[in-house]
């Protein structure tokens, strides 16, 4: 489920609204795209994949987790884990 788009890292290139097949995302002009319905998020993973900054997280599970922060997940090695899983190495070119 996704859980978290961070701030520093997103470049508002709107790519998670655009790929997500169940609209989870919002656009909002000038700012982060807004997690406007995340209990409709299936965990398919297409935003962190196509995210080219690796700015998203989506949790492996598919209720929502508490207490989550960016940096915690950050040194974790969560923050584009699944990428690299599939092999997607960072800063490769993604459609």
């Not at 919002?26 to 997690?35: Q, S």
């Amino acid at each position: 489920m996704i859980e978290l788009i961070l701030d520093d890292r997103c470049i508002r290139c709107d790519k998670c609204v655009q790929v997500c097949p169940n609209e989870v995302f919002e656009a909002v002009p000038g700012d982060l795209p807004a997690i406007g319905r995340q209990a409709d998020c299936h965990t398919c993973f297409l935003c962190e994949v196509y995210c080219p900054t690796e700015a998203l997280y989506v949790s492996p599970y598919s209720t929502p987790e508490s207490g989550l922060s960016a940096d915690e997940l950050e040194a974790r090695g969560f923050i584009g884990s699944y990428v690299r899983t599939i092999g997607w190495a960072p800063g490769a070119r993604r459609a």
